[in-house]
């Protein structure tokens, strides 16, 4: 299954494209315009303008939660599922914002802003691996290494390409890190970056998302998939 976030609402193919099925607030999207998407079984979280809007019958109803039920923000921009865990990138727009996470499935909700360490309350990405959660936010990548109790954020002067983070994916030990400036890679958990630009083969500076399979690295630039 292909699943598309689009400014009219969710597209979900389940023959590689040929044709697709549409979801709206008529099915109990939040918002039309979806930001982000993570699929999981046949469980669908969709990063809405109106909140994170959840499905788990392959999208036929979708249950919608925001700050009335305690989310950070309403406009949520990004979404990582992993079992009973979810994770909510939120925009502090009419509220606090920051990353708010539901460790039973949406029940009840936490939410991690500057006071509990975070970069910026702005959230733009967000992905987990075990007890690691790497939120990519405005002002740098800020990185909890025990669920979310504390936290270090990785700016420009830790070597990261800009402080200005768009998504972040993790294989293995490799931090890679969307930013405005270029793809930053970690190794090391984040003390170290090396990073990839348009003079090293980049569309453009500016990476909104990053994804990483075995040897192969795409970039989603300005100026194209690099």
Sequence with gaps: SIYAAINGGLSISSNN????????????????????????????????????SISTNNGSNFTNYTTTNDLGG??????????????????????????????????N????????????????GVYASGSNIYAATSNGLSVSTDNGSNWSNYTTSNG????????VYVLGSNIYAATDGGLSISSNGGT??????????????SVSDVYVSGSSTYAATGGGLS
């Design 17 to 52: 494209g040929t044709n697709w099925t549409n979801y709206t607030t008529a099915n109990g999207l939040g918002n039309n315009s979806v930001y982000g998407v993570y699929a999981g079984g046949s469980s669908i979280y969709a990063a809405t303008g109106g909140g994170l």
């Design 160 to 167: 990261l390409a800009d402080n200005d983070v768009y998504n």
């Design 109 to 124: 909700w936490t939410t991690y802003t500057t006071s509990n360490g975070l970069g910026s309350n702005s959230v733009a």
């Design 74 to 107: 309403n406009i949520v921009v990004g979404v990582y599922a992993s079992g009973s865990s979810i994770y909510a990138a939120t925009r502090p727009v009419g509220s606090a914002g920051g990353l708010s996470i539901s460790t039973n499935n949406g029940s």
């Design 192 to 205: 170290a970056w090396t990073n990839y630009t348009t003079s090293d083969g980049l569309g453009a500076d």
